[in-house]
């Protein structure tokens, strides 16, 4: 791994990536500082793509085929919505249908770089999937530990990929400290929800946005919060692309959190420059359910250092978000549709304007959530041979 910098935006304290501090010493998340640039467009996935934004050699990445997502115009709902143009940025397209295949496989990089031969996570879900799916595919140990409320449905399809698999009772801001403990002392590394490298991953997703779009950015990007690593890395993204000469603006940011758990937008409204631990509340966006987010203090500075919103929407609106963007052909589970729902929000208030671009971003696949069907009034008929001209009739 060539030589590069975590650096806490914070109180600006540096560290050497040779090493693997996953917080600054003041409490806050830390950030890849690196200059390089450069976009390889003959290949498609982000460790090849986009190898130049990061420090790691070509043998130390160990990718599934993350990135390269599509961006899909929304011209009917956008319309709708009196928006020039409407996108979503689908990231269930990634290996393992969701967002956090792209800074698994930056942290696996890292981790390999650094001569590990175990690593894990702790998560809801989608990234319990990722870390155990890259981990195979590199030969190491995975050690996944999940939310003790996490549903039986979501538990096979971790365990497929043959890792050390435990549901864990107890708050999950101490689970991922006590997670951090346990590594550093037992040799694992542990690529949570906002570590330096899985934050790196996400800038990747501001790279084809952008590249998608000709390079002209949208007015408003809208990405679902629950740690807060995701939207700290897609701002970090257009960063890398205004340094680099690639654009000439950063787009307004929409922190999208759903109102039965909403510490960052709560915190938002108050005017507060620190979040509050926000009370459990059960919710189908269960994905972003995080009552107290270890990016959530960054998170906050950052919008309002560039003007953005924190907003919620309530259970009914997303489930209709998540209707809505079904017909349009797109499938995510209720947390990656709160953005929609969110939206419909800004424009009522007048935050997002008529006549302004915005992107959504879609976290992950309905497939991860099934049990939300059950919000929804779905039917279906059932015939015989005989009977089915007259049922097409």
């Given at each position: 791994?060539k030589k590069a910098l975590l650096?806490?935006?914070?109180?600006?304290?540096?560290?050497?990536?040779?090493?693997?501090?996953?917080?600054c010493a003041c409490g806050e998340?830390?950030?890849?500082?690196?200059?390089?640039?450069?976009?390889?467009?003959?290949?498609?996935?982000?460790?090849?793509?986009?190898?130049?934004f990061y420090p790691f050699a070509?043998?130390?990445?160990?990718?599934?085929?993350?990135?390269?997502?599509?961006?899909?115009?929304?011209?009917?709902?956008?319309?709708?919505?009196?928006?020039?143009?409407?996108?979503?940025?689908?990231?269930?397209?990634?290996?393992?249908?969701?967002?956090?295949?792209?800074?698994?496989?930056?942290?696996?990089?890292?981790?390999?770089?650094?001569?590990?031969?175990?690593?894990?996570?702790?998560?809801?879900?989608?990234?319990?999937?990722?870390?155990?799916?890259?981990?195979?595919?590199?030969?190491?140990?995975?050690?996944?530990?999940?939310?003790?409320?996490?549903?039986?449905?979501?538990?096979?399809?971790?365990?497929?990929?043959?890792?050390?698999?435990?549901?864990?009772?107890?708050?999950?801001?101490?689970?991922?400290?006590?997670?951090?403990?346990?590594?550093?002392?037992?040799?694992?590394?542990?690529?949570?929800?906002?570590?330096?490298?899985?934050?790196?991953?996400?800038?990747?997703?501001?790279?084809?946005?952008?590249?998608?779009?000709?390079?002209?950015?949208?007015?408003?990007?809208?990405?679902?919060?629950?740690?807060?690593?995701?939207?700290?890395?897609?701002?970090?993204?257009?960063?890398?692309?205004?340094?680099?000469?690639?654009?000439?603006?950063?787009?307004?940011?929409?922190?999208?959190?759903?109102?039965?758990?909403?510490?960052?937008?709560?915190?938002?409204?108050?005017?507060?420059?620190?979040?509050?631990?926000?009370?459990?509340?059960?919710?189908?966006?269960?994905?972003?359910?995080?009552?107290?987010?270890?990016?959530?203090?960054?998170?906050?500075?950052?919008?309002?250092?560039?003007?953005?919103?924190?907003?919620?929407?309530?259970?009914?609106?997303?489930?209709?978000?998540?209707?809505?963007?079904?017909?349009?052909?797109?499938?995510?589970?209720?947390?990656?549709?709160?953005?929609?729902?969110?939206?419909?929000?800004?424009?009522?208030?007048?935050?997002?304007?008529?006549?302004?671009?915005?992107?959504?971003?879609?976290?992950?696949?309905?497939?991860?959530?099934?049990?939300?069907?059950?919000?929804?009034?779905?039917?279906?008929?059932?015939?015989?041979?005989?009977?089915?001209?007259?049922?097409?009739?």
């Amino acid at each position: 791994m060539k030589k590069a910098l975590l650096r806490c935006k914070t109180c600006g304290a540096e560290y050497g990536a040779e090493r693997a501090p996953f917080r600054c010493a003041c409490g806050e998340p830390l950030d890849l500082a690196w200059d390089g640039a450069g976009i390889d467009t003959n290949e498609r996935c982000q460790s090849r793509r986009y190898a130049a934004f990061y420090p790691f050699a070509a043998d130390e990445w160990r990718s599934l085929g993350e990135g390269g997502t599509p961006l899909v115009k929304l011209e009917a709902l956008g319309q709708e919505l009196g928006l020039a143009q409407l996108a979503v940025k689908n990231e269930s397209a990634n290996p393992t249908w969701s967002f956090k295949d792209r800074g698994t496989a930056a942290c696996i990089a890292h981790a390999r770089a650094l001569g590990y031969t175990k690593v894990g996570t702790v998560s809801s879900g989608n990234m319990a999937a990722s870390v155990a799916a890259y981990a195979a595919a590199a030969g190491m140990e995975a050690f996944i530990l999940v939310k003790g409320n996490v549903a039986d449905e979501k538990l096979a399809p971790i365990a497929i990929y043959g890792p050390h698999l435990l549901r864990v009772a107890g708050p999950y801001d101490a689970l991922y400290s006590e997670s951090l403990r346990l590594g550093a002392e037992r040799g694992i590394y542990f690529m949570n929800s906002d570590v330096p490298f899985r934050v790196a991953g996400s800038r990747t997703i501001a790279y084809e946005i952008a590249e998608e779009r000709g390079f002209r950015v949208p007015d408003w990007v809208i990405v679902p919060v629950s740690a807060g690593g995701n939207l700290r890395g897609i701002i970090n993204g257009f960063e890398d692309l205004r340094r680099a000469g690639l654009t000439d603006r950063l787009p307004r940011f929409i922190c999208a959190q759903t109102a039965r758990v909403a510490p960052v937008a709560a915190a938002f409204a108050a005017g507060a420059a620190r979040i509050s631990r926000f009370p459990g509340n059960d919710t189908i966006a269960h994905a972003i359910d995080n009552p107290f987010p270890p990016s959530g203090n960054r998170v906050l500075a950052e919008l309002r250092r560039l003007g953005g919103a924190a907003m919620t929407a309530d259970e009914g609106e997303i489930v209709r978000a998540q209707a809505d963007l079904a017909r349009c052909g797109l499938f995510g589970q209720p947390a990656s549709c709160v953005p929609l729902a969110v939206l419909r929000r800004a424009r009522a208030a007048g935050i997002v304007a008529e006549g302004e671009s915005a992107v959504l971003v879609m976290t992950g696949s309905g497939l991860k959530y099934t049990a939300a069907f059950a919000a929804h009034r779905l039917k279906w008929c059932d015939c015989d041979l005989a009977a089915l001209p007259e049922h097409l009739r």
